[in-house]
Nanobody, 124 residues
Framework: QVQLVESGGGLVQAGGSLRLSCAAS????????MGWFRQAPGKEREFVAA????????YYADSVKGRFTISRDNAKTTLYLQMNGLKAEDTAVYYC?????????????????WGRGTQVTVPS
């Protein structure tokens, strides 16, 4: 079983940056895709970014393209999300997830294991 723990969230002013991390532990193998999702109050969980197990394929939501960068370090079994140019609308709880496939997915139901999330707040 894989466990995921997110960290790096916090309060940041608009235009600022944060880097989220997601540490995987347990029965961890490198042949899985990973993704970041977020959920704002009163809204559904939405896709943010995803990466293949080699890191060669990445996908981004249009709302974060050009501002966020997803990456992974398989030696450290850690996933990252570098967030630059943060906006008030980026405020949400950010979740990382594992998909037991080499190909990343774009929807919530394609992922198999979830972390508990980390809060990102960008005041308006």
């Amino acid at each position: 079983q894989v466990q995921l723990v997110e960290s790096g969230g916090g309060l940041v002013q608009a235009g600022g940056s944060l880097r989220l991390s997601c540490a995987a532990s347990g029965r961890v193998f490198t042949t899985y895709a990973m993704g970041w999702f977020r959920q704002a109050p009163g809204k559904e969980r939405e896709f943010v970014a995803a990466i293949s197990w080699t890191g060669s394929i990445t996908y981004y939501a249009d709302s974060v393209k050009g501002r966020f960068t997803i990456s992974r370090d398989n030696a450290k079994t850690t996933l990252y999300l570098q967030m630059n140019g943060l906006k008030a609308e980026d405020t949400a709880v950010y979740y990382c997830a594992v998909r037991f496939s080499v190909v990343p997915g774009l929807t919530y139901d394609e992922y198999d294991v979830w972390g508990r999330g980390t809060q990102v707040t960008v005041p308006s």
